[in-house]
Antibody, heavy 122, light 110 residues
């Protein structure tokens, strides 16, 4: 079964850090571009970051640049999001998703995890 | 405010055909393929349309996508009660180097 399972969410104080993980199974992770997408409570979807299969190209939404780092370990079929200097506005459900397509720009997210919740509060 | 503009709500009766619009610009919809996602409450989004008008396997042909210039549209024919959900469009923005989403459209089946 094709599956993505996120973990690592939780509570953090403003300025704190969290590391999200996403473990893939049922497909060839090493050949897949991947993304993180978040959804604040009661709000719409917001793309956070994408990474190509070999980590050659990485992209971030402006609001997280310099604070979040996406990475992957293809040997462990795992995707990560290191979140530093967290802000209240980072509070959201974070999904990892597989990107399918000829490129990041032309890709679509066809497999999604169930999400992990990040809450930033003082 | 989202880069892509969708109506916040849409509605229809069972059996009807409804359309949801998504307006962008030359740097996103005008240049890159559009995707559509649907999301039921408390569940992860699901890919509905990719590459402007392609359906993944398992998506009924009641759902169709189209694009013209800097606007895209999702059409649902033969509306069913189970189509009641939130629908989002998305496209890569070449100027922002970012994937941008519409704000989402809540579809109500009356």
């Amino acid at each position: 079964e094709v599956q993505l399972v996120e973990s690592g969410g939780g509570l953090a104080k403003p300025g704190g850090s969290l590391r999200l993980s996403c473990v893939a199974s049922g497909f060839t992770f090493v050949n897949s571009d991947m993304s993180w997408v978040r959804q604040a409570p009661g709000k719409g979807l917001e793309w956070v970051s994408s990474i190509t299969d070999t980590s050659s190209f990485i992209y971030y939404v402006d609001s997280v640049k310099g604070r979040f780092t996406i990475s992957r370990d293809n040997a462990k079929n795992s995707l990560y999001l290191q979140m530093n200097n967290l802000r209240a506005e980072d509070t959201a459900l974070y999904y990892c998703a597989r990107l399918r397509g000829p490129s990041i720009a032309a890709g679509a997210m066809d497999v999604w995890g169930q999400g992990t919740t990040v809450t930033v509060f003082s | 405010q989202s880069v892509l503009t969708q109506p916040p709500s849409a509605s229809g009766t069972p059996g009807q055909r409804v359309s949801i619009s998504c307006s962008g610009s030359r740097s996103n919809i005008g240049r890159n393929p559009v995707q559509w996602y649907l999301q039921f409450p408390e569940t992860a989004p699901k890919l509905l349309i990719y590459s402007d008008n392609q359906r993944p396997s398992g998506v009924p042909d009641r759902f169709s996508g189209s694009k013209s210039g800097t606007s895209a549209s999702l059409a649902i024919s033969g509306l069913q009660s189970e189509d009641e959900a939130d629908y989002y469009c998305a496209a890569w923005d070449g100027s922002l180097n970012a994937l941008v989403f519409g704000g989402g459209t809540k579809l109500t089946v009356l």
